[in-house]
């Protein structure tokens, strides 16, 4: 029996579509910094004048933390981020020199940089990246003995995101069915009439999207989870009305990112309640929401803006990226 191979959900519209991990590099990388001084304006022009309400109780300890036994000198720690690094520095360097050939292998055919190896299997490279810097690190700190120390870390860190791999199995699956089924390309046509008969500008429905998103994302808080379960719908849909995948996935990351902090099914929202009682027993969801929502918003309306002026100028998202 043939083995069908699973397609993104781009390929459903198109088989030849390429959705890298770069392409929204451009865009967030921009994101980046003006978040960065909105939620420093918002901080020190609007929260910073309302800290009188979060006046500790007497007696007050805050949390309870262990004693760290892994401490490192503070001298090693900084030879250790100096030879990090120098070895960053050096991979970096070895990529860049590695990609000038026309023929290199780290190149697309007849020498194409944009679909080529490297940004197509950027995932890898990455991996690699901070494999190579993080047993630097651990090395010169001492924590890396041998290699066969490395394994372990790596199981360590692989126990956080086991819930998550779960998940995707089952998304997988949940793929696999879409596509044997067709129901996948019968949901999407159906949406994208739905979409074609509002006769909005692309724009328009962007901003719906928005919308719809972070309404969502008050009640499926792990925008990963959210992204697997809308993405095989949501972005062949926006492609059938002429949406490119990497404006869909800004969108998203606009939406998701700015929720997170405002909505009680969040298990670090939560856990911020908890701490906060440590030092004020008074304090509840509504205390903490009344300081998070301002910088929520602040961040909706300003990352909104930057899009609409990104759109407006037609600037591409990331490398081979074009926003429309």
């Not at 697309?108 to 190579?132: M, Q």
């Not at 701490?275 to 909706?300: E, H, N, R």
Request: aromatic share 8%; hydrophobic share 55%; net charge neutral.
């Amino acid at each position: 029996m043939p083995v069908r191979k699973l397609r993104g959900p781009s390929q459903i519209v198109d088989p030849d579509t390429v959705v890298r991990a770069t392409d929204n590099t451009y865009f967030t990388t921009a994101s980046a910094v003006l978040l960065a001084i909105v939620l420093t304006v918002v901080t020190e022009k609007v929260l910073s004048k309302r800290e009188h309400e979060l006046v500790p109780d007497d007696g007050a300890t805050g949390p309870t933390t262990g004693t760290r036994t892994d401490t490192v000198p503070e001298e090693v720690e900084l030879r250790a981020l100096r030879a990090t690094g120098v070895v960053a520095a050096v991979f970096l360097g070895l990529l860049a020199v590695g990609m000038i050939p026309a023929g290199s292998p780290l190149r697309g055919e007849n020498g194409a940089i944009l679909d080529s190896t490297l940004f197509n299997s950027i995932a890898v490279v990455l991996s690699a990246f901070f494999l190579v810097i993080g047993a630097t690190y651990a090395y010169r700190t001492g924590r890396l003995t041998s290699s066969g120390d490395i394994p372990n870390f790596m199981a360590d860190g692989l126990k956080s995101v086991a819930p998550l791999l779960v998940l995707f199995f089952a998304v997988s699956q949940f793929l696999a069915l879409f596509q044997w089924t067709s129901i996948s390309t019968v949901v999407v046509v159906r949406g994208a009439e739905v979409l074609q008969g509002l006769d909005a500008p692309i724009f328009v429905v962007l901003m719906l999207l928005i919308a719809g998103i972070a309404m969502l994302n008050l009640l499926i808080t792990s925008g990963t989870a959210l992204w697997a379960l809308l993405a095989p719908v949501l972005i062949p849909m926006m492609m059938l009305i002429g949406a490119n995948p990497a404006t869909v996935m800004a969108i998203y990351r606009i939406a998701d990112s700015c929720t997170n902090s405002i909505t009680p099914m969040s298990a670090t929202f939560v856990l911020t309640v908890g701490y906060l009682q440590t030092y004020q027993k008074k304090a509840g969801i509504g205390t903490l929401v009344s300081f998070t929502l301002p910088a929520a918003m602040a961040m909706m309306a300003a990352w909104i803006a930057l899009f609409a002026v990104w759109y407006a100028l037609g600037l591409p998202l990331g490398p081979g990226a074009p926003i429309r």
